[in-house]
């Protein structure tokens, strides 16, 4: 599975969300919406938010650095369901933290999905040093 694409949405006053079709498609009918980083809200499918959730719980609990990045990403995680109409419910907890009030892009970003506010993607997001920053992938095998 692989989450790819660019989708702008709304959330209405509610706190509802419309999920893409294909991203609904790749995580069923439950997955896990959590804290991101950058500013984002990860959006995981069950099978990867267990695999996720393994690795961190084998984290050593004496790293203090661990035990932080553990509860960031545990603390604020919400189970999701869609409802009939496609939509999920983003609690306010992580609206607030991704600084979502109304526009919205959903990005597909391989094994997980991500939601971003509008503003905070259009401001974070630059890829005008893509080049550069694909010239130091070669140490990883990639290109």
Request: proline share 2%; net charge negative; hydrophobic share 45%.
């Amino acid at each position: 599975m692989m989450f790819t694409g660019e989708y702008n949405h709304t959330v209405d006053i509610k706190g509802r969300l419309t999920f893409p079709a294909k991203f609904r498609e790749s995580l069923g009918e439950k997955f896990v919406v959590t804290k991101g980083l950058d500013g984002c809200l990860f959006v995981f499918d069950e099978n990867e938010w267990a695999a996720l959730t393994e690795k961190l719980a084998a984290l050593p609990m004496t790293d203090k650095g661990a035990r932080q990045f553990t509860r960031f990403f545990l603390a604020g995680a919400a189970d999701a369901e869609v409802d009939k109409q496609g939509r999920i419910l983003l609690p306010q907890n992580l609206r607030q933290f991704a600084a979502i009030e109304k526009d919205v892009v959903l990005i597909g970003v391989g094994k997980r999905a991500e939601i971003w506010s509008k503003e905070r993607y259009d401001g974070a997001v630059d890829y005008e040093d893509m080049e550069e920053f694909a010239q130091s992938l070669t140490s990883y095998g990639i290109l």
